[in-house]
T-cell receptor
Framework: GAGVSQSPRYKVAKRGQDVALRCDPI?????LFWYQQALGQGPEFLTY????????KSGLPSDRFFAERPEGSVSTLKIQRTQQEDSAVYLC????????????FGSGTRLTVV | ELKVEQNPLFLSMQEGKNYTIYCNYS?????LYWYRQDPGKSLESLFV?????AVKQEGRLMASLDTKARLSTLHITAAVHDLSATYFC??????????FGTGTSLTVIP
């Protein structure tokens, strides 16, 4: 596609529920990133994939967060047993190479945990 | 841990005026990025600055980078309402991880 596509755009989850957020990167982009953006804050790094390999997951806040990209294209960010502090916008970005021209971000998924 | 600080955090300016947003970062990096974010929208890439002394301009916006001072500036010339948005700078460490500043919320008043 022409851009990075994320779904759903909005998700309301009850505390304790599991959620799965999807990211379709730009076709051919080998690098894929997940960021978490709390209200009024800048995005914070969660994890990075190069093709199907998860090269950095140091930003995942707890073991309730899990990301995968099994075929090197679509990625899923899964949050288990959601908590209120997980409420944020989750942004996905992709790039064809190491950031020489910046990353292309998707529109994000706004997660609200009630 | 790399820290990225922007100031001001909030900026209200009249149309036609000039102003500068500052971005300081705490450790060495050769790459700095500026993004724009409209309310409820994603991040739009504005500039990528790849070396010391780099200067890029697009319309009423001009960005510069001083890697020795660990400082980047985003200068706004003759502001117009359409520039109202939140502006983020971000620094790229070698391991493909962006560190974003807290953002500068710009409001241009007619």
């Amino acid at each position: 596609g022409a851009g990075v596509s994320q779904s759903p755009r909005y998700k309301v989850a009850k505390r304790g529920q599991d959620v799965a957020l999807r990211c379709d990167p730009i076709s051919g982009h080998v690098s894929l990133f997940w960021y978490q953006q709390a209200l009024g804050q800048g995005p914070e790094f969660l994890t990075y994939f190069q093709n199907e390999a998860q090269l950095d997951k140091s930003g995942l806040p707890s073991d309730r967060f899990f990301a995968e990209r099994p075929e090197g294209s679509v990625s899923t960010l899964k949050i288990q047993r959601t908590q209120q502090e997980d409420s944020a916008v989750y942004l996905c970005a992709s790039s064809s190479h190491r950031a020489s021209y910046g990353y292309t971000f998707g529109s994000g998924t706004r997660l609200t945990v009630v | 841990e790399l820290k990225v600080e922007q100031n001001p955090l909030f900026l209200s300016m009249q149309e036609g005026k000039n102003y500068t947003i500052y971005c300081n970062y705490s450790t060495t990096s050769d790459r700095l990025y500026w993004y724009r974010q409209d309310p409820g929208k994603s991040l739009e890439s504005l500039f990528v600055l790849l070396s010391n002394g780099a200067v890029k301009q697009e319309g009423r916006l001009m960005a510069s980078l001083d890697t020795k001072a660990r400082l980047s500036t985003l200068h706004i010339t003759a502001a117009v309402h359409d520039l109202s948005a939140t502006y983020f700078c971000a620094v790229d460490r070698a391991l493909n991880q962006f560190y974003f500043g807290t953002g500068t919320s710009l409001t241009v008043i007619p």
